[in-house]
């Protein structure tokens, strides 16, 4: 049973819009969520966290907003920009992981100049 | 400071052949962690090591295992390859043992074929 869940494969956003990309999770021992980015043929880089204590982290153009009674959060970028086309993987860690990150199966973002 | 590096970057094998994955973490780290990208599975967490020892271990059959040396290099190995492993494999490294909490430096990945 997938504990983290991107249910959107694809999201196409036009350049200076806002790109919003969601996660949902099923374990409430998670502690603490991330986000990463992936470009072809190279690893993950990670992008923005927040912890559960917390519902919103900002950090230049990215905000992470988590709901916990929910079990949801997401990720905004603004504005979104072409070079931002990428893979994004939510991922959570906590005890329900014993640490390790969990990751969900990644949305594609398509920003169109 | 150089990045996390694998190798091979690319590898073809026969089913039933085994394979051996190198993964070099970032100097000074001392935690690796395995993951296996698939496209209808996304990351799996595969293994970690810290200091040596495998500290968590995923869902995986025992046809795949990995070590770990004094200088924290790893290896993992796949015995008795099955179609189905072909994948992207991903190492990754940290300073601290594994979690949210302490940043994980991707590899580019190792990409496996079985034919």
């Known amino acids: 049973d997938q504990q983290v869940k991107q249910n959107s494969p694809s999201l196409s956003v036009q350049e200076g819009r806002i790109s919003i990309l969601n996660c949902d999770y099923t374990?409430?021992?998670?502690?603490?969520f991330l986000w990463y980015k992936k470009y072809p043929a190279e690893g993950p880089t990670f992008l923005i966290s927040?912890?559960?204590?917390?519902d919103k982290n900002e950090d230049g153009r990215f905000t992470v907003f988590l709901n916990k009674s929910a079990k949801h959060l997401s990720l905004h970028i603004v504005p979104s920009q072409p070079g931002d086309s990428a893979v994004y993987f939510c991922?959570?860690?906590?005890?329900?992981?014993?640490?390790?990150?969990?990751f969900g199966k990644g949305t594609k973002l398509s920003v169109k100049p | 400071k150089a990045g996390v590096t694998q190798t091979p970057r690319y590898l073809i094998k026969t089913r039933g052949q085994q394979v051996t994955l190198s993964c070099s973490p970032i100097?000074?780290?001392?935690?690796v962690s395995w993951y296996q990208q698939t496209p209808g599975q996304g990351l799996q967490f595969l293994f970690e090591?810290?200091?040596?020892?495998?500290?968590n271990k995923g869902n995986f059959p025992g046809r795949f295992s990995g070590r770990q040396f004094s200088n924290s290099r790893s290896e993992m190995n796949v015995s008795t390859l099955e179609l189905g492993d072909s994948a992207l494999y991903l190492c990754?490294?940290?300073?601290?043992?594994?979690?949210?909490?302490?940043?994980?430096?991707f590899g580019p990945g190792t990409r496996l074929t079985v034919l």
């Open positions: 100097s000074g780290h001392r935690s």
């Open positions: 090591y810290f200091s040596e020892t495998q500290r």
């Open positions: 374990n409430s021992m998670f502690d603490y």
């Open positions: 927040i912890s559960s204590i917390k």
């Open positions: 990754a490294s940290s300073l601290e043992p594994a979690s949210g909490y302490n940043e994980q430096f």
């Open positions: 991922a959570a860690s906590g005890r329900g992981s014993q640490g390790n990150l969990i």
